[in-house]
């Protein structure tokens, strides 16, 4: 079979010195997953995964003798990162389940193409390609990925109860890759098997949840989860997907230039700061997550404010002081959901919501020209005072629209003014 020219970046050097490290003594390695669906399906190729026929300790010892950094990421499974000219290669021997209870499954390694592929979760996923590009499809996944069509292999029942996130899995491929609705089988095991997923680890439904929500067809699937009754089991106060589908839509029409996983979900979560504190606990989430969530609700209510009985609102302003007090970042992102709440109604913050999506890269987060010691300087002696002419001189400077410079904010100190 010629090789594809979506398969060029099979030739890189570096890829290659990797099968230069794995072809040896009779081994084979062959690329496998990710990188090969998405190449089928015009999609970028982030992560290229590679799968063996020689063990994770022979894999160390080659590495070893030609000074590629080899990193043990998985002995356990059979997983070791390789490390060369700055790009990493997850390398996982082939394997075979002995004993499957989720992610602690007994695993022996092997030699079987075929078994390895049959232990995969989707048939999408167990495409390989050899060191020159050659497509190899031991179970006849090409024609589901091109046809986008996201398939167990397999039983579907016995797929998830190997591992219960599969059933976000299902749901995740289906919203990034999939075409039409999610398959039928698939989706009447995700159902039958939901209950699994209260097994599961906070952290491991997060990041699928997470990925899942910012997909290009993620309304599509959080609706039909919406309707087997799944989301109920993950998100605690309700999900709001016609909102994640008008979100989605900001992101078609150029209006975002992306959907971001912590904004999707501050969305789908709509219920205010005690519904997203009560998911954030739910699913464990970081503190920078938590934070950008309650940030672009915390954004949503300034706006308002500032908007409120002003029809001519001067936009740049509004912007300039939403970004002092939240940050660039959190206002772009409650002008986001501004868009998203807003009713047909309401056509003048829709326009200025959108006029403030596009106006607000022209923006940068004012500084304050003043500290402490500027103020002791000019004779103020330290102690509570100082604190409170500073706070007064910070709201004369934010009603000068932030134009007011450190000699103007210093003469009205002298006046009396802050005190």
Known sequence: MTRSSAFDWILAPDLQAVFDLLLQDGDEARVVGGAVRNSLLGEKVDDIDIATTAEPSVVMERAKRVGVRAIGTGLEHGTVTLVGDGRAFEVTTLRADVETFGRKAVVRF????????????????????????????????????????VIFIGDPDLRIREDYLRILRFYRFHATYGAGTPDPEGRAACLREKEGLKHLSAERIAKELLKLVAAKGAADSLAVMQEDGLLELLLPGGANVQAVARL??????????????????????????AQLAAVADRLKLSNALRER?????????????????????????????????????????????????????DAQAIEDARRGLGALTGVSVPVFPLAGRDLMAAGLPAGPALGVALKRLQAVWIDSDFQADRAALLAVLGTGTPE
């Open 110 to 149: 092997g030699r079987d193409w075929e078994e390895d592929a049959r232990r995969r979760d989707f048939t999408l996923n167990a495409l390989y390609l050899d060191r020159t590009g050659k497509l190899i499809d031991p179970l006849g996944g090409l024609e589901d990925c091109l046809a986008r069509r």
């Open 248 to 273: 989605q839509g900001l992101a078609a029409e150029g209006t975002l230039a992306r959907v971001a996983p912590a904004v999707a979900l501050a969305v789908l979560v709509d219920g205010g700061e």
């Open 293 to 345: 969530m309650v940030g672009a609700h915390r954004a949503v209510a300034l706006w308002d404010d500032l908007r409120r009985d002003r029809p001519e609102v001067d936009l740049l302003r509004v912007l300039r002081r939403m970004a002092f007090d939240l940050g660039l970042e959190a206002t772009g992102d409650g002008l986001a959901l501004v868009l998203v709440r807003a009713g047909e109604a």
